[in-house]
């Protein structure tokens, strides 16, 4: 009887070859981490648009035109409603875990930060939603800086020049990175036209690496992807 000899792989061959293995998977696992985190925000960065913009319409049936009249003007009026008690008004669109009726109030401890990692804050009305989101909400923060338009307003930078105020949205909560244009959006209140993505009117000029990020929604949303 004539025994077949077997080629098997040598040890050191075996090694190698789960060396290469594991170069190739510490190359590619952060990347497609890194993606898969991306298109959270960007469904993220699209379910608050769409929420906010519902909220608004459905404000339209009892606070009538957007921006005319004192539920519109008034930031407690409008955040809380007639009688403060949130049974109607913006807060009253929303199922929350948490309200903070300050105009100081906070997402979170954490400081947020820019697209190029220096550290900023996020002040105003804020909500937690039951799914997550936190939305911060200030009447005062409708300047270039912000995005809505691209310097001093003019005539032309309608949205500027109208904007009531700016929502602050981030998409996931306290879960990092707690950054603009990663997954905190900011949206203008525009009088008689509703929300709109900052950076509608600025083409998103800021939304590069190395930028401030405020401006990104409106290329996010557009492009339906984060790649700067």
């Known amino acids: 009887m004539k025994f077949r000899k077997f080629h098997a792989f040598t040890m050191a061959e075996v090694l190698v070859t789960l060396v290469i293995i594991g170069v190739i998977a510490a190359m590619t696992i952060p990347t497609l981490n890194m993606n898969t985190k991306n298109n959270e925000h960007v469904a993220g960065c699209l379910k608050a648009y769409s929420s906010l913009s519902q909220a608004i319409d459905r ?111 981030d998409v996931n909560g306290s879960k990092g990175p707690n950054m603009y244009g990663r997954d905190i959006f900011f949206f203008g209140l525009i009088k008689g036209v509703g929300v709109l993505p900052a950076g509608n009117d600025n083409n998103s000029a800021n939304c590069v690496k190395g930028g401030h990020g405020i401006d990104c929604a409106a290329k996010v949303i557009k492009e339906k992807k984060i790649n700067f």
């Open 59 to 169: 404000m339209k049936i009892d606070y009538g035109p957007i921006g005319l009249g004192k539920k519109w003007n008034d930031p407690n009026i409008f955040w809380k409603g007639t009688n403060g008690d949130h049974k109607e008004g913006f807060v009253a669109q929303f199922n929350t875990a948490r309200i903070d009726d300050s105009s100081t109030a906070q997402c979170y401890d954490e400081a947020p930060k820019y697209l190029n990692n220096t550290v900023d804050e996020i002040k105003g009305y804020t909500i937690v939603t039951t799914d997550g989101m936190c939305i911060s909400f200030a009447t005062d923060k409708c300047d270039a800086k912000k995005g809505f338009a691209d310097g001093t307003p003019t005539p032309s930078d309608k949205h500027l020049t109208n904007c009531m105020g700016r929502f602050a949205v």
